[in-house]
């Protein structure tokens, strides 16, 4: 038992690594008493110790990440190596001595002292012999080698491609068939109100986004995932999570903090280099420039808050956000694959044939099931010759090809599909429907007329649409009554006319400039609406199309 019981034991193959060890040691010239660990004298001068430690570590489960030298303890947590924990960690694998019996020969036990811990551990001698991790996994995750062969990365540290797989993960088998492992997922999944085809087809994408991540492209710039619920209670968290548990066995949320705050979490989620980032049932709109780097920028850089330190790291966080009626910017939907849940009735009545939550999710027998079926997702790729996706988006083209063509090749949809996205964003498109279709009574038999920003809001007062923008009709008559300054009669008989507060006028210019030269369609009428050179103008001109 090392004398530090939180201290990371010997791994399940420690005979291996020992002799191992032992080899390496020999190999340098380090003195190996039979069976025993290597001897290491503890010399005054730490540089000529830090040079007969540097092979040893090589070949023990310490690594560099993001200029930080990183463990697992017992418990496959991840943990920081520093001056108070090297001495006892070292000592499990190497016998420090302090000198020899001058009799016998016979080493004589010591112990690192905390300052020549510190002092080994910023050796560059030392920092040499560190191997360095480029990702962690509590599962064995797929890979393609370099000679074409898609196998399963090994448990410890695999050199070719610098990813440690903790000891003791889940396994699960590779022999069960295509048909299976989507019939499978859809057993899991299929009583969720997916809203069409490409929809399903994201989900399985998100499905196998952190499975794939070591595949060709999966260390490529990727989107985010998001779930859009047109009411609470149709699944968005659940099929979430159902992403999350198979390779990480949990489903750990962050909060969607205010701007700053929100920075600083996710400063410290990327310099600790986690796998996601899950931002649940998020309301209003996703706003972080933070957020908006992590999904455009390989690496993040800058000034460690709080103190004078500058960091440089790769951006590894899978994006995960779900959230009802949520609203995105343009932007912000280029950057996100998004699953579009439409509750049509009462949710809690909603019959399920296999109920899923957190209990079950977070189970051996699950995980093991669910990682089977992805795994065959991926062989049937690999097994057709490794096809791309027929559409990307830009930006996230090399990912894509990839993970787009494993679901294709699988027979689902294209998930990076655009066509249905906007639809999917933005929750008041009905109400935009139901205003354009105003706008052409309005018109009659014209082809072309000019609408002012109050000719709009009155039309939706009207018809009691956007009112979170505009207001209501009675707000409207009091707006009337107020700016003409009406008394008596004319007060008794004011009508709307469309006058709008200065926050109601912000608020309904942002919505209704969204749609500047987009071609909506009422009753098989397609007009223009506005035009883009007047986007910052009062005056929208609306022009129907030939049909």
């Excluded at 070949?59 to 496959?76: A, H, I, Q, T």
């Excluded at 040499?128 to 196998?151: T, W």
């Excluded at 159902?242 to 929100?262: H, Q, R």
Aim: aromatic letters at 8%; hydrophobic letters at 40%.
């Amino acid at each position: 038992m090392p004398e530090n019981p939180d201290l990371q034991p010997p791994p399940p193959d420690a005979v291996d690594v020992s002799a191992g060890v032992r080899a390496i040691a020999a190999a340098v010239g380090i003195h190996v008493a039979g069976e025993g660990a290597p001897i290491v004298k503890i010399e005054e001068n730490l540089n000529d110790v830090a040079g007969l430690l540097a092979p040893i570590v090589a070949r023990l489960d310490l690594f560099e990440s993001n200029g930080e030298f990183v463990f697992y303890d017992f418990k496959g947590e991840r943990r920081l190596m520093d001056h108070r924990v090297f001495g006892t960690w070292i000592a499990d694998y190497v016998m420090m001595a302090k000198g020899f019996e001058k009799e016998t020969g016979i080493p004589i036990q010591g112990r690192l002292r905390m300052d020549e811990c510190s002092v080994l551990l910023a050796c560059e001698r030392f920092r040499q012999g560190v191997r360095h991790i480029a990702g962690v996994n509590r599962v064995r995750l797929p890979v393609i080698r370099a000679d074409g062969s898609l196998e399963k990365l090994p448990w410890g540290y695999d050199a070719e491609t610098q990813i440690y797989t903790i000891h003791g993960g889940l396994d699960y088998p590779t022999d069960i068939s295509l048909e299976s492992a989507k019939v499978g997922l859809g057993r899991v999944d299929g009583d969720f109100p997916f809203s069409d085809a490409r929809s399903i087809a994201v989900q399985r994408a998100a499905n196998l986004a952190l499975f794939c991540k070591h595949l060709p492209g999966g260390k490529a710039l990727r989107p985010g995932f998001l779930w859009l619920g047109n009411t609470v209670g149709c699944g968005k968290s659940v099929l979430a999570k159902s992403i999350l548990y198979p390779v990480m066995g949990s489903a750990t949320t962050a909060k969607m903090k205010a701007k700053e705050d929100l920075d600083k979490e996710l400063e410290a989620f990327v310099r600790a280099g986690v796998p996601y980032i899950f931002l649940d049932n998020v309301y209003g709109g996703i706003n972080s420039a933070s957020l908006d780097q992590l999904l455009t920028s390989k690496r993040s850089t800058g000034r460690a808050l709080g103190g004078h330190q500058l960091f440089d790291v790769e951006n590894t966080a899978l994006i995960v956000v779900t959230g009802n009626r949520l609203e995105l910017n343009e932007d912000a939907a280029r950057r996100f694959l998004v699953v579009d849940l439409f509750e049509k009735g009462d949710a809690d009545t909603r019959e399920i044939a296999e109920r899923l939550d957190d209990d079950i999710m977070e189970t051996d027998a699950w995980r093991q099931s669910q990682l089977a079926r992805l795994w065959a997702l991926v062989a049937n790729w690999h097994a057709q010759g490794k096809p791309r996706s027929t559409t990307v988006l830009s930006t996230y083209e090399r990912y894509g090809e990839m993970l787009g063509g494993i679901v294709e090749a699988a027979g689902y949809a294209c998930p990076f599909q655009k066509a249905i996205i906007p639809d999917a964003i933005l929750p008041d498109k009905a109400e935009f429907a139901e205003l354009v279709t105003l706008l052409l009574q309005e018109m009659a038999e014209l082809t072309e007329k000019d609408f002012t920003l109050e000719d709009l809001a009155k039309l939706a007062r009207s018809a009691q649409i956007f009112q979170k923008q505009v207001g209501t009709q009675a707000e409207g008559v009091k707006l009337t009554i107020k700016e003409g300054d009406l008394k008596g009669l004319e007060r008794s008989s004011a009508a709307d006319e469309g006058l709008l507060t200065s926050s109601h006028r912000s608020a309904f210019s942002k919505r209704i400039v969204r749609e500047i030269g987009s071609q909506p369609t009422s009753n098989g009428q397609q007009i223009e609406f506005g035009r883009r050179e007047q986007s910052r103008k009062a005056t929208f001109t609306i022009r129907r199309l030939p049909s």
